[in-house]
């Protein structure tokens, strides 16, 4: 079983920027693939970033590409997605969520909400204009 807790949202200006965290407990958080959702009101969950556990291999949507970095400290079980370049429309709760590498088994697949088998509470993140 593996729990996930977020932490770093918040309220910034447009052009700001925010560190979200995501803390994973269980011991084999090193082999579980990493990834941020977000949802905006009277949207669908939509995928953000993903990382194997090597970190050797991330993914982004293309609307946070060269704006968002998401990265990840085994040694702290602690996944980070680093958001630059604010927009509003960036605006949602921001979801963590984990599933084991091995059962991930194509990169197309890290960015579907049902490769997931462990989810946060969520993290508001608002970005005002």
């Known amino acids: 079983q593996v729990q996930l807790v977020e932490s770093g949202g918040g309220l910034v200006q447009a052009g700001g920027s925010l560190r979200l965290s995501c803390e994973a407990s269980g011991r084999t958080f090193a082999r579980y693939a990493m990834a941020w959702f977000r949802q905006a009101p009277g949207k669908e969950r939509e995928f953000v970033a993903a990382?194997?556990?090597?970190?050797?291999?991330?993914r982004y949507a293309d609307s946070v590409k060269g704006r968002f970095t998401f990265s990840r400290d085994n040694a702290k079980n602690t996944v980070y997605l680093q958001m630059n370049s604010l927009k509003p429309e960036d605006t949602a709760v921001y979801y963590c969520?984990?599933?084991?590498?091995?059962?991930?088994?194509?990169?197309?697949?890290?960015?579907?909400?049902?490769?997931?088998?462990?989810w946060g509470q969520g993290t508001q993140v608002t970005v005002s204009s």
């Open positions: 969520a984990a599933s084991p590498d091995s059962l991930i088994s194509s990169s197309y697949l890290l960015t579907k909400n049902f490769s997931y088998n462990y």
């Open positions: 990382i194997r556990w090597s970190a050797g291999n991330t």
